[in-house]
């Protein structure tokens, strides 16, 4: 990125207070840091140890976990501005980033807000007057209903005026929550009490409106930068039409197959609505793009995006770097017609869920993690590293991998390839699928819409796993894993100790018999790979190891030769006399295996036997099977999803409860049966209440083969 554009500019301000947490507080520390600016990090109780924590120059506790008692705490970030004696606080995303009440305190307490002023963000924090705002500065709008009437008969008769499908929208919404789709009239009343319970629930008004649900639209949006002296440009597009539940997975600068002529009507349309509200600061107008070529006004984030990283890369600028300056009262660096859009640009999102389960949120700890090298192509933004947790009290997103290219075909291979390169163990990541996603021909012709994902179910489905070569590379990383530990300690006992002596041999060696060793693994529940029982037997020979892989529900497979290299965690196989090439996460329960692109998880048996014979798990093995399974956070029970000596599969909602004003689904993290039900709907529960007790499958089979 250029940092020659702020020339000759007012100093900046000295001390920042960064008022969120995990990659955006990392990458707006890495860049205030680089101006000379101290910054000052705050974190809750779960976040103790966070890069961000550790990156900044000082870091101040905020409270508990829960977001309203330490990131949503505005008057405790005020007091600690105070304290730290800052100039200036950037609120990222999220959290308090379009909070005007917030933006006010901050100037009334003679702290500069990187952002735009209060009246902005409370206009454009409602869609409702965003859009009677709009339609002054004739920017397209989406026919529909905008009106402060809100009696349920007002909204049906403008619902019928608008016509179906339609699409009913919390005004003061946000992140996909509280937005339906109305497909026929008689769906009306029932659907439009459903959202306002969850807009209720989750911004704390539930006032709606009602647009035309436009089908095989594009999500177009303009990245803008205004100055307080009169100057607005905006900084090419973004394409933001993959998503699942309203809510990006990837994002891509410039938006592909798009008109010159629309380019450029869109970006004068969203310099046209900053300038309506006096805007000022970073902030992005996103619009609908259908297949007739017309374009519609949608929101206004009045904040810096999640996916700016793409604008970056395709501008050579620093938005963080200019968000401080223009905050600090300097004029824009450059006029519209100075800015150089340069290749390609593509961003996903890596995130903790299980994409096998409708994009379920996942939380744990994150027990291996090896990315991509960052380079010129390739760019990381994160927050977390190597035994991290991912909290269930935050967004699980773990990273934004951005790349670049010359052009979009280039780009889509840097990403596949940097996507091989990123591995994750000890939880479930949407790699893999964000792996399949780019090999779908349509998304690689630029063939895109807001049901992407719906429109390419089948091809996006999972992928089947060569189940053998994934047993047989856990096997051998195992069988050179006990070797190489058996060669450290016998070089470490020095004493009575004879190094030609067999018995002090690891090949396996045996009088008269050749040596054998079992291994007994196990796959979980999964959409494409029913739960199986496996032995492998590893039989020593010349070449290596003879083995055979015996499934429970199977005859005994046909043997095969292996052998190979492990250094680390990378192995180097040959299986048959193919050589392939592997990274093989062990820990005491599981051994993750990374091989062509797909990871898989294989648990091991002989720990789970053991946990049967003793009636408990060992103290070190992580909670993917503990019987207990609490509440993640204070709240309230909604509702009870299952009862006593219920079968239940891995994934299957539970219970759910209410909580920092949305709903919370707490999922079996094994398939198993329900022993113990603890709560009831409507009970107050603490973070960390025993809900559930559960027993697992795995358990179960083997107590039966016992």
Known sequence: MSHQVFINQPTLFSKLLIANRGEIACRIIATAQRLGIKCVAVYSAADTNARHVKMADEAFYLGPAPAPESYLNSQRILTIAQQANVQAIHPGYGFLSENAPFALACAKQGLIFIGPSADAITTMGSKSAAKTMMATADVPLVPGYHGNAQDEQTLKHHSQKVGYPQLLKAVYGGGGKGMRVV?????????????????????GNDDMLIERYLTKTRHVEIQIFSDNHGNCIYLSQRDCSIQRRHQKILEEAPAPALPKATKIAMGEAAVAAANTI????????????????????????TRLQVEHPVTEMITGLDLVEWQLHIANGSPLPLTQTQVKINGHAIEVRIYAEDTDKDFMPASGDIVYLSQPPASRHVRIDTGVVQGDE???????????????????????????????????????????????????????????????LLTHAAVLAPPHINIDYALLLAGLALQLNSEQSQQLENANNTENHDPYSPWSQTTGWRLNQPSTNTVKLATTNNDHLDSQHYTLTL??????????????????????????????????????????????????????????GNSTVLFRQSIIQSAVQNQALPSNIDNEFETKITAPMNGVIVSVLCQVDQIVDAGEPLVVMEAMKMECNINAPVAGTITTVFYQEGDMVEDGAELIQLTPSLILDNKEQA
């Not at 996103?286 to 374009?295: A, H, K, R, S, V």
């Not at 779908?440 to 012709?445: C, D, F, I, T």
């Open 183 to 203: 497909y026929h009239a008689d769906e009306f009343c029932q659907a439009l009490a459903a959202t306002k319970r969850e807009a209720m629930a989750s911004f």
């Open 278 to 301: 006096n805007y000022q600061g970073a902030g992005t107008v996103e619009f609908l793009y259908d297949e007739q070529g017309q374009f519609y006004f949608m929101e206004m984030n």
């Open 539 to 596: 039989t020593t020979i010349t070449q290596g190891y003879q083995v055979q892989i015996n499934c429970q529900h199977a005859a005994l497979n046909t043997g095969y030769i292996i052998s190979g290299e492990l250094n680390g965690d990378e192995l180097t196989a040959f299986i048959d006399d193919h050589r392939v090439k592997a990274t093989v996460v062990i820990s005491p329960l599981h051994i993750t295996v990374f091989y062509a």
């Open 390 to 452: 991912i909290s269930p009290y935050y967004d699980p997103m773990i990273a934004k991998l951005i790349v670049w290219d010359h052009t979009r075909d280039l780009a889509i291979a840097r990403l596949q390839s940097a996507l091989s390169k990123y591995k994750i163990a000890g939880i479930k990541t949407n790699i893999g699928f964000l792996t399949q996603l780019l090999q779908v021909p349509a998304l690689q012709r630029a063939s895109l819409n807001t049901d992407f």
